[in-house]
């Protein structure tokens, strides 16, 4: 466990110099900026566009450094061959792949903090008052760096068998298509055959539920979260995230490095 | 105790390749050597011929397609060896945006070191590379050579039994050639087994008590450098001066050649008196007489020029 760390302390220490946090300091200002201007043009409605905004904004950045800095965590080691000193150390390949998960992993913990302390700075500074009901923006952004961490390790899965373009595409799709997996849940297809019926339930039970960490209409409009569906979320992605990450270090291990 | 610092059977590796990876390419075929414990062990051969998959194998950075490999009595697949192994990747490259000493620091903690003893060993490596005042650079800022030297210190940071250096002369200057040659005679004289790949001769017959030669992904040849020469017969080299308008003995003639102001002859063991008796009559002196020792260069460029045209890739004396 304690190579594990090792590996984890050294990848968050090498995103922070290449300066993978500093998009923090602009966007906290973008925020801080945009929402003096949403408060204007907006009637009784600017806290919801507010929230709204902050969130997706926390949520966009956070998934392209996920997809990026994710595909490129094991593939750039893997092309630069910095893996071959690494790997002459008493660690073994799983640790390393589990090390970097849980650095970048910390990393987008300590991005995705920081700019949702930004958005509680705009909130204030719009509403002049942060009450406990504000509390409900603070799941979303937590269910959001949840998604981030599935993100993650779909990203470094990809990394682990094709090319980074591949990857990055491979991660984006199944990221699109996790988006409507309760769509395909729902959706009549008394037309196809009983197989055709069951392979889509099949499908839509393996793809990852990306619609699950959506709360950003409740968080909005502060309503409530239930208690159940935070536990769910928080379960779900454990579960995956090591499903994923068991079938990247069964992959990694058997790897040839260049 | 193991009675071989390295071994490997039959280790080969193939790698697939062509657009449906179906064709397959053989770089190592069936490598079949024993290195044994104290022992500086070179691995000589041509760019290409298979030094370096044999060291990733051995490291565990690419897997046999057949064979197998032990180092320390261990089979390469177990990593808790690596505690007692170092390893120096061909043109090593770290994360660009630390500092020398924090690489080497992140490199020692996988050993378990304290904070003290990392520091104190960080330091004495960084000097003991010639780095001491470099420590604190980021290494994006590094030339090659710093950082062949950065990947010198990793290598024998935690003090390991089995030393596996691929290239290490690649990439540095005449100083920093001699400084990896004393690193490594330090490390024989402490008792270490050395591994070292290299295709430049002479640091193979400096440093090695035993060679490999490797070309086309096959074992040509082990032995020390003065037995695997010892193949070819040796031979005499007799330097004379002779006035202008001597007459030289036809058999001599025909042998001589210029050499500064002088000539040189090369004969055999068995002629070397009669040669000289008939120099003298001629009214040469002689200068001197060499015994002529086949170099490993010779051996090599024989053994590996026949196969492959590769062999002109041979770095015969750098300096």
């Known amino acids: 466990m304690s190579r594990v760390l090792i590996v984890a302390r050294n990848t968050f220490r090498e995103a922070v110099r290449d300066r993978v946090l500093y998009n923090l300091v602009f966007f906290a200002l973008l925020m801080i900026a945009s929402a003096v201007v949403v408060g204007q043009i907006s009637m009784d409605i600017e806290t919801v566009v507010m929230i709204s905004l902050g ?83 603070l799941v979303a952004v937590y269910f959001i760096l949840l998604k981030l961490m599935l993100v993650v390790a779909l990203a470094m899965l990809f990394s682990c068998f094709t090319s980074p373009l591949l990857a990055i595409l491979f991660t984006g799709g199944l990221y699109l298509a996790g988006l409507f997996v309760s769509e395909l849940r729902s959706l009549q297809l008394t037309n196809l055959t009983p197989q055709m019926q069951k392979f889509f339930a099949v499908i839509s039970y393996v793809l990852p539920n990306f619609g699950n960490y959506d709360v950003m209409g409740a968080a909005a409009h502060g309503r409530s979260i239930a208690a159940m569906l935070i536990l769910h979320n928080t379960l779900y992605t454990i579960l995956y995230c090591a499903i994923v990450l068991g079938a990247a270090a069964v992959i990694f291990s058997r790897k040839d490095l260049k | 105790m193991p009675s071989f610092a390295i071994e490997t059977e039959n280790l080969s590796k193939e790698y697939p390749h062509g657009f449906l990876h179906l064709k397959k390419k053989t770089s190592l075929d069936g490598l079949t050597l024993q290195v044994q414990e104290s022992e500086v062990f070179g691995l000589l051969g041509p760019n290409g011929a298979g030094k370096s998959t044999t060291i990733k194998l051995l490291m565990g950075i690419i897997f046999p397609t057949a064979g197998s490999a032990r180092m320390l009595g261990k089979p390469v697949s177990d990593v808790s060896m690596h505690s007692d192994i170092g390893y120096l990747p061909e043109q090593p490259y770290f994360y660009d945006y630390l500092t020398a000493a924090e690489v080497l620091d992140y490199f020692a903690r996988f050993h378990g070191f304290s904070a003290a003893e990392r520091g104190e060993r960080v330091q004495r490596m960084l000097k003991k590379v010639g ?116 007459v030289l003995p036809a058999s001599i003639k025909a042998k001589a050649a210029k050499s500064g102001a002088g000539y040189q002859v090369s004969v055999d063991e068995s002629e070397l008196y009669s040669a000289i008796d008939e120099l003298r009559a001629a009214g040469a002196r002689i ?7 086949p170099t490993l260069e010779d051996f090599f460029m024989e053994l590996v020029g026949k196969e492959s045209s590769r062999a002109a890739a041979i770095e015969v004396n750098p300096q």
């Open chain 1, 55 to 137: 969130l997706s904004a926390i949520s966009l950045i956070g998934l392209l450094i996920a997809v990026f800095t994710g595909v490129g965590l094991v593939s750039k080691e893997i092309d630069k061959r910095t893996l071959h000193a690494v790997l002459a150390k008493p660690l073994r390949r799983w640790e390393f792949l589990v090390g970097k998960f849980a650095g970048l992993a910390v990393t987008l913990a300590v991005n995705t903090a920081a700019m949702a302390a930004g958005l509680f700075a705009a909130l204030w500074l719009v509403k002049h008052s942060i009450t406990r009901g504000d509390a409900v923006v």
């Open chain 2, 131 to 246: 780095l001491e005042t470099a420590g604190k650079i980021q290494l994006r800022k590094y030339s090659k050579g710093m950082l062949q030297r950065v990947g010198l210190a990793q290598a024998i940071l935690h003090d390991p039994k089995l030393v596996i250096l691929d290239e290490p002369m690649s990439g540095l200057d005449p100083v920093g050639r001699r400084e990896v040659r004393d690193i490594i005679l330090e490390l024989k004289n402490a008792g270490k087994t050395i591994l070292f790949s290299t295709h430049i001769l002479s640091d193979a017959e400096m440093l090695c008590d035993r060679v490999g030669v490797i070309a086309g992904g096959k074992l040509r040849g082990v032995g020390s450098p003065d037995t695997i020469v010892g193949v070819k017969a040796t031979g005499l080299e007799i330097l004379f001066e002779i006035a202008e308008g001597a």
């Open chain 2, 287 to 293: 200068i001197s007489v060499t015994q002529v020792k």
